[in-house]
């Protein structure tokens, strides 16, 4: 319950940050900066996630996902889809085999 609560409060304070200076607020200027770089940024996170896991360190990894994480979220917003819709679509997919949901594309 507390992931949840905790991850809810981070959607609640990007949201926020929409329509705020974004020359005092990293959120803001990904938010009304253009996609390209948020996408970018989203790239680059992946690759040091990657490069934690075969790092070996834990605690390095689990620093990496959390960038990761949060740079997706704000991808959700930027494009105004909310992390509902995603885990309604895992929703969806519950009990599905994985091989069938792709199938079914």
Do not use: C, W
């Amino acid at each position: 319950m507390t992931e949840e609560l905790s991850l809810k409060r981070t959607v609640k304070v990007i949201q926020s940050r929409r329509s705020s200076d974004k020359s005092k607020s990293y959120v803001a200027s990904l938010l009304q900066g253009n996609t390209e770089h948020l996408l970018k940024k989203l790239t680059e996170e992946t690759t040091e996630l990657i490069l934690a896991v075969n790092s070996g360190q834990p605690q390095e990894v689990v620093h990496e996902a959390a960038d990761l994480l949060f740079h997706y979220l704000v991808l959700l917003e930027k494009v105004n889809i909310s992390l509902g819709d995603v885990i309604n679509e895992l929703t969806l997919r519950e009990g599905v085999s994985g091989i069938q949901e792709k199938q079914s594309r």
